[in-house]
């Protein structure tokens, strides 16, 4: 939804859907948040009181310009935004404040402070929640190589609170490139998922990843500790010293050849042909005549289950989406306190290096990404024509075990909003902390004020959860553990 001097209005963001294509116009929901300044009008458009000619006109244009100002100064005090972040959408002071995490409109949360910026910036430009963070899940491409990128696998789940449907994302089996190496999915994956759901242009989303890769980026301690911990052979020239030696923290890197495999992609008119544009030169890399068939990641309904409380979505097989609804069946039928202790989920022991997304509007949108290159640095093999990283998710992998992103729909006896979402990174403890978190939530008394997700519960192994919310009209973001992720919004 994406100017006669009036009343500034907000357009509340709704989620595009296929559904919704043959409707001439979307339906914009205004809500006005500033009462206009300029006085009563007759009905010729003058003042009241009926200054005569250019005088009228003067002290019309000099009141509108001052009470601008006034706005734009008050804005920019009261929310520590940059001079260039004015007039692009956010709402003035509503005269009451919020504690860290709490937005009127929507916010996004991530484990890079710089792909976090980039996902608020498209919620400004006018995207919704699948803009920003698809957008950002393209900037963790560019700046944690170590736990995802363009050569990972993805999974999703999202929540659209227009239509009330819930859809999975799913990239399906693993699949095998050459021996060893996983067979790239990302590209398609995201391409499909924006071109479902998102309002921005495609190649809006990539101008910022683009630009990270091509003029640079400076390392952060999530990179620097894995770089310090990790063999770079493989990883050099793009992540070491000329000696060798890895990256330390605040050392800025460029990798203009990733740059122009994602200037290529945001030129495709289709999500395959966004994936053709990387296999072509992974074919080439690698002496292969090219895989007879792209990954074919899909669109389809999430899984189901209904609770008295509501009802919990989440990704299909091959995920561990199914089992962590068993899990969460057994733990919500059996008597006893709640919430149970952290209970076991049978699945792989060793725990693939995962990298997570959450983003959530007011309305009640939410979508959830998680994404994995298996081992951290993936199989360690850097592609010299592409910048990328790739996998070593192949066939014998449990292709995703690590990945089962969680919605959860409560029943309200009014109209009131109640939308949690909650993805963890890590297995087998992603699903022993998700199925404690949701029954921590359940438990919690739930009151009119303004109460995000579960802030501290106990911690069920190592890893890392993302919490969500939309309750009294506002958007709630927070990460177990506190601080562990940059989160934005507006």
Known sequence: MEPEAGPVLYQKLRV??????????????????IPDASGPHDSSGNKA?????????????????TVGFSLAVRQLCSSGASPGALGAGAPPASGHSHRPGVYH??????????CSRLGQELFVAG???VDAGVGAALCLAVVHPHTTGLGATYW???HNSSSGNSTALTSGPARTLAPGLGLPSALPALHMLHTHFGRLPWPHLLVGPISLAQKGFLVDTSLASALAAQDTKGLCPLLCHANGTPLGPGTRVTNTKLAAVLHKASLAPTPDLSGDALLSLLAEDL???????????TLEPALQLPVPQGILFTTPSPSAGPELLELLEASLQSPGPSPAPCPALPQAAVAPRSSVLATVDSGGSVLLLTSSLNSSFGSGHLSPSTGVLLSNLVAE????????????????????????????????AAARVTTHALLSHLARPQTPDLQGPTESPRACGQGTLLQVAAHSEHAHVSSVPSGCCPFQGF
Request: proline letters at 9%; glycine letters at 12%.
């Open 16 to 33: 595009w859907e296929p559904s919704l294509e043959s409707e001439e116009e979307e339906e914009e929901i205004s809500e006005q948040l």
């Open 49 to 65: 009181g009926r200054l005569p000619g250019a005088w009228a006109q003067l002290v019309a244009t000099l009141l509108l310009l």
């Open 105 to 114: 409109h929507g916010a996004i949360i991530s484990p890079a402070a710089e």
């Open 127 to 129: 995207g919704n929640i």
């Open 156 to 158: 999703g789940l999202f």
């Open 287 to 297: 002496g292969l005549e090219g895989p007879s068939v792209g990954p074919r990641p």
């Open 397 to 428: 992998s449990a292709a995703g075990a690590w990945a089962c992103p969680l919605i959860f729909h409560g029943i309200s006896d009014d109209t009131e909003v109640n939308v949690l979402g909650l993805v963890a990174s890590g297995t087998p």
